[in-house]
């Protein structure tokens, strides 16, 4: 199985943040060391370009938070070579269908825990997508689960909320403790990345949230992790092109 890592944009109020903690009433507008005004289309291009990447992880909070998602924004990014990852808050198939019209082949939409409103909902989402390009994040407060208000999932616990999404189908689960986004606490979720693998050898996984450099995304690597989602570290330079190329395989 390939091995990448993909950079992270947050994006509030139409530019680039810097996300701590999961406090998303804290944010401020990111300053990286790729584009130092932080608009999305513009660090998009240089993470492009500068890093050799063809993946993007985009976390539109204002989508999450309710509002429309920002399509023209999403489609620009596309445009400028990358395959995007994007969290808009899919909480049902109403919410996806306002992203009919992405490119299929250049999105993967991504089902947040925080956001989608049962098994029920993901299976749906999944099966009108493909199992294949959805991924569901199990989004995580220091361990515990994230769930959407309302939404019943069977048991509480991290694990047994992942084996019933993949019970619906999905293929791909991103293991995201946004306690730990931008912290340097390191990932948290060895315990948990490793179960997964071992108990579900089929489903590419990947982790995010604390990331603090390089020997964090080999450890993670190590452990099975196919996917490393990175914010902090890229934008501030602990991660540059030269220690991706040590250990990535990078293809659109």
């Not at 890093?51 to 938070?65: E, F, H, N, P, Q």
């Not at 999905?170 to 990345?193: F, K, P, Q, S, Y």
């Not at 993670?220 to 914010?231: I, Q, W």
């Amino acid at each position: 199985m390939s091995f990448h890592v993909i950079p992270v944009i947050d994006l509030k109020g139409g530019v680039a943040v810097h996300a701590i903690g999961g406090r998303r009433e804290q944010y401020r507008p990111l300053r990286s060391v790729w584009q130092a005004r932080g608009t999305p289309v513009g660090l998009a291009a240089a993470l492009r370009a500068g890093l050799g990447v063809g993946r993007l992880y985009l976390a539109d909070l204002d989508a999450i938070a309710g509002f429309p998602p920002q399509l023209d924004l999403y489609e620009s990014i596309i445009d400028a070579g990358m395959v995007l990852w994007v969290d808009a808050g899919l909480g049902d198939r109403g919410r996806l269908e306002q992203l009919a019209g992405l490119d299929p082949d250049a999105t993967r939409p991504v089902v947040g825990l925080e956001s989608v409103q049962g098994p029920d909902e993901l299976a749906a989402i999944a099966e009108t997508v493909g199992a294949g390009d959805v991924v569901f994040s199990l989004d995580l407060d220091d361990g515990k689960p994230r769930i959407a208000t309302g939404a019943e999932w069977p048991g509480t616990g991290a694990y047994d909320i992942a084996a019933r999404a993949i019970a619906c189908g999905i293929e791909r689960i991103l293991i995201l403790d946004l306690a730990r986004v931008g912290t340097d606490r390191g990932i948290g979720t060895e315990g948990l990345l490793g179960r997964l693998r071992t108990l579900h050898p089929a489903v590419e996984i990947a982790v995010g949230g604390g990331i603090r450099g390089i020997d964090d995304v080999t450890r993670m690597r190590e452990l099975g992790a196919s996917v490393v989602l990175v914010g902090s570290a890229i934008h501030d330079g602990r991660i540059g092109r030269r220690e991706l190329a040590q250990i990535t395989e990078d293809s659109v």
